[in-house]
């Protein structure tokens, strides 16, 4: 318990994201939970163990200070040269966490905090450094938004858990271009607010899902990790694997997300592909990440991207990435690109610093980019963007060594030029 008893520590409600602990007076000293790296593509290591989520009771008659060491101590928390730039914090954990900024905290934005928190006589609070919501909380939200919205409700697969990985689907799939938004891959990111979002507008106003009905049809995958949602997961599925970073190169045991995720795909074919995820206490801004126009194989399909890059990028304040990571070949969105042909828009980081409300009008925002561009280059079948069999060979060959080229860049010249500059 702590400090004569006073203090509680609450560590095994649903989302609880903490290890270890130890009391010594007024210090509370915590380990993350932790799940092992993932290695990706050239053995790219992904580490997401960076969130926690606990409680504190406060037992005592009076007002107490408690300073709170994560994978740190009194001793080296002096190298951590960041202040933390937020938490959330609610009473309960089935309400909606406060966003709060004026933290006295520090953090290496590397897994390591320090922060104190005064609890009033008999206070009770949970603390994350990121917005949580349970998963039985979110996934009854998706049920009840499927229903309001008229979605059909597609299984498209089960989890390692046997969880099932859902679809919403709107309009007529089988025969008219379909748009597949996700997300879901991480759970602490919060990014499921972004298909919350696009769900609540199609309950709310028919008459603008009609008018994209009329021309496209959607699919919605807004938990695409539901083990890891369940299990309060950092990153991975509950054996372990960042899905997003190592999609394939996984056996179907390991992990059947991947495998039923990928099948589906295949079963709607989708021309647009876009893959929400989310900054937390991160201190940086939403941004996304940047598919060069060179990597298709039609004149048309590298407009479109280009037109669909300039809008986000504005969306985005100009912030963007061109890491050669998200290029990788086992990724879901390199395969659909490079098998199918589909217009990709992966990783697009909403941020939570600027509320659960602003990050879901961003997400519409997204959307309606989406359908203007499509809209503007007169997309109004698959086959206009989808990859069709090469009518000459010249054309086919100097694709392949156009995307070669690329790849050459972004894997080889481009890590041997970091090198030479010391980045």
């Known amino acids: 318990m702590g400090k004569k008893g006073i203090i509680k520590i609450l ?47 406060n037992q005592s008659k009076k007002d107490e200070i408690y300073n709170i060491f994560i994978e740190c101590d009194n001793n080296n928390n002096n190298n951590l040269h960041h202040l933390l730039p937020r938490l959330w914090i609610s009473g309960n954990i ?61 299984i498209i697969g089960r989890t390692v858990e046997n969880r099932c990985i859902k679809a919403y689907e709107y ?41 994209i009905c009329n021309n496209y049809s959607f699919s ?34 390991e992990c059947p997300e991947a495998y039923n995720i990928w099948e589906y795909c295949l079963r709607i074919k989708p ?26 194989v039609s004149k048309k399909t590298r407009r479109i991207q280009n037109d669909l890059n300039k809008k986000l990028k504005k969306l985005c304040s100009g912030k963007f990435s061109t890491s050669e990571k998200i290029f990788a070949p086992n990724l879901l969105s390199t395969k659909l690109r490079n098998d199918i042909g589909t217009l990709t828009s992966p990783k697009f980081h909403l941020h939570m610093k600027n509320g659960i409300n602003n990050s879901k009008e961003m997400a519409i925002m997204c959307l309606e980019i989406v359908l203007s561009v499509l809209r503007y280059h007169r997309i109004k079948s698959s086959t206009e963007i989808l990859k069709k069999p090469y009518g000459k060979i010249k054309s086919h060959i100097l694709d392949k060594i156009r995307i070669k080229l690329l790849y050459f860049w972004y894997f080889r010249l481009k890590s041997i030029y970091r090198k030479i500059l010391g980045n």
């Open 11 to 57: 560590d095994k409600f649903e989302g609880a994201m903490i290890a270890n602990y130890i009391i010594k007076d007024n210090n509370i000293y915590m380990e993350l939970k932790k799940e092992k790296p993932t290695f990706g593509f050239r053995n790219k290591k992904f580490d997401y163990n960076l969130h926690f989520h606990f409680g504190l009771h």
């Open 171 to 211: 309009g007529d799939i089988k025969n008219k271009p379909t748009i597949l938004f996700v997300a879901g891959f991480h759970p602490p990111e919060r990014d499921t607010v972004a298909i919350i979002a696009i769900m609540e507008k199609i309950s709310n106003n028919n008459k603008w899902k009609e008018e």
């Open 220 to 253: 919605l995958i807004p938990i695409l990790n539901p083990d890891g949602f369940a299990n309060a997961m950092q990153g991975s599925n509950i054996n372990e694997i960042n899905f997003h970073w190592k999609f394939f190169g996984n056996s179907i045991d």
């Open 271 to 296: 021309i647009v592909f876009f893959d929400f995820h989310a900054f937390t206490f991160q201190n940086n801004n939403a941004m996304i990440y940047w598919i060069p126009k060179g990597y298709y």
């Open 94 to 154: 089935d309400e909606e966490y406060k966003l709060v900024n004026n933290i006295d905290g520090k953090t290496d934005f590397h897994g390591k905090y320090y922060f104190t928190v005064h609890l009033e006589a008999e206070q009770l609070i949970y603390i994350a450094n990121f917005p949580p919501i349970r998963f039985s909380r979110v996934n009854k939200i998706f049920q009840d938004l499927s229903a309001k919205s008229h979605a059909k409700e597609i």
